[in-house]
């Protein structure tokens, strides 16, 4: 069983420009979350998801930043018009219940904005 | 409003000392705690975690963590510490929506 792949791996965009993030979770998890790491931070919550649905997305910034799991495909992030604060490790993580909220990591889209 | 602290942002320690990492959490529901390790440039794994029963949670790697409910702390430990186990170290609880709540993290650094 494949674990949680994020790519790409390392993506690095211009200021302005827009940066597409993927998750494939692992088979058989229907829920889906994305975390950001600042440098010298901890993992901040931004959004969870399950299949064509958002369900808490509290924690994403209410301008450029959307995100999608839908029915096919990998959960998408997606940041419009990046500015260098949005440089980061972007981790997305998967569970196949809500109950104990242990959750799988993928390794992570570093991205840098230049 | 669910919080989890870590007390120590550093930790050096030598080859095979014993080691304790600090996490004191707050909540207002029932408690999930969770002990995360990322190695550079990696994701992170699940070393152990708390979700009821006995207060003593054994996790991977000769890890261990103790639940302390008065002392809302859940610090990790291990016996003897090897150089592999340098890495970053995340305490987190569950929150409201199945979301994890991260600490800042404690950099352990083994030296030999």
């Known amino acids: 069983n494949a674990g949680v792949m994020q790519n790409p791996r390392h993506l690095v965009r211009r200021r302005g420009q827009e940066a597409r993030l993927r998750c494939s979770p692992m088979k058989g998890h229907s829920h889906v979350y994305w975390y950001r790491q600042l440098p010298e931070e901890g993992l901040k919550f931004m959004v969870y998801?399950?299949?064509?649905?958002?369900?808490?997305e509290s924690g994403m910034p209410k301008e450029r930043f959307s995100a999608e799991f839908p029915k096919e495909g990998p959960s998408i992030l997606r940041i419009q018009q990046v500015v260098r604060g949005d440089s980061a490790a972007y981790f997305c993580?998967?569970?196949?219940?809500?109950?104990?909220?242990?959750?799988?990591f993928g390794p992570g889209t570093r991205l840098t904005v230049l | 409003a669910q919080s989890v602290t870590q007390l120590d942002s550093q930790v050096p320690v030598f080859e095979e000392a014993p080691v304790e990492l600090r996490c004191n959490y707050s909540?207002?529901?029932?408690?999930?705690l969770f002990w995360y390790v990322q190695y550079p440039n990696q994701g992170l794994q699940l070393l152990l975690k708390y979700l009821s029963g006995s207060t003593l949670v054994k996790g991977i790697n000769g890890f261990e963590a103790e639940f302390n409910k008065s002392q809302t702390s859940f610090h990790l430990r291990k016996p003897s510490v090897h150089i592999s186990d340098t890495a970053e170290y995340f305490c987190a609880t569950g929150g409201s929506q199945g979301n994890l709540i991260f600490g800042k993290g404690t950099k352990l650094s083994v030296k030999p």
């Open positions: 993580a998967s569970s196949p219940r809500l109950a104990d909220g242990e959750q799988f």
């Open positions: 998801l399950q299949k064509e649905n958002i369900i808490d």
């Open positions: 909540s207002s529901v029932s408690v999930y």
